[in-house]
């Protein structure tokens, strides 16, 4: 738990790096990989919303099997955009594993991701594999070059010399 936030926060210079999270369970966890491997990044105790609402999260037998619903059980947590988030960057990198929201990011978010996004890295669940999935990594694929080498059902795209990139 934290391996991604502490190995990215390696490659950032100057470091200005932001984790969203809405489990509580799991902040303390993230926050002792922080200081332990001195990453410094920015915790936001939120799940993704295209709107900012609030969102409902539900919560798995496991810390890290949760996922936001619309309905059922769970905790409220604040929700927050990408455009909120990335607000007054020039650029910024995206590591996108918000467990089955990936796609409703991507899509409601892409005017962001195109003129401020460097790169990508995202995870679509299995479930998630369908034809709405391939529009949005078809679109994805007109403004970023597709990094080769994915690893079962995680893309990275880069930006590149594409005609809308």
């Known amino acids: 738990m934290g391996f991604v936030a502490a190995y990215t926060n ?5 470091p200005k790096h932001v984790v969203v999270e809405p489990n509580p369970d799991l902040h303390p966890v993230l926050e002792s990989v922080s200081e332990k491997n001195d990453c410094g990044f920015e915790l936001v105790p939120a799940a993704y919303s295209s709107d900012s609402n609030d969102v409902r999260l ?11 619903s619309v309905r059922g059980g769970g905790i409220t947590t604040e929700g927050v955009s990408l455009q909120c988030l990335t607000d007054g960057l020039d650029e910024f990198c995206l590591i996108c594993d918000v467990e089955g929201s990936e796609r409703d990011l991507l899509a409601n978010e892409i005017e ?3 003129r401020n996004c460097r790169a990508i890295v995202v995870e679509f669940q299995p ?3 369908d034809d709405e999935t391939g529009k949005t990594r078809a679109s ?3 403004s970023f070059d597709t990094v080769e080498g994915r690893e079962k059902d ?4 880069k930006k590149g010399d594409s005609p809308e990139g």
Request: charged share 20%; net charge neutral.
């Open 58 to 68: 539900s919560l798995g037998r496991t810390p890290v099997s949760s996922q936001t």
């Open 10 to 14: 390696t490659y950032i210079d100057p």
């Open 140 to 142: 994805l694929e007109r």
């Open 127 to 129: 479930e998630q594999l």
């Open 112 to 114: 962001v991701i195109r």
């Open 154 to 157: 995680v893309y990275v795209f």
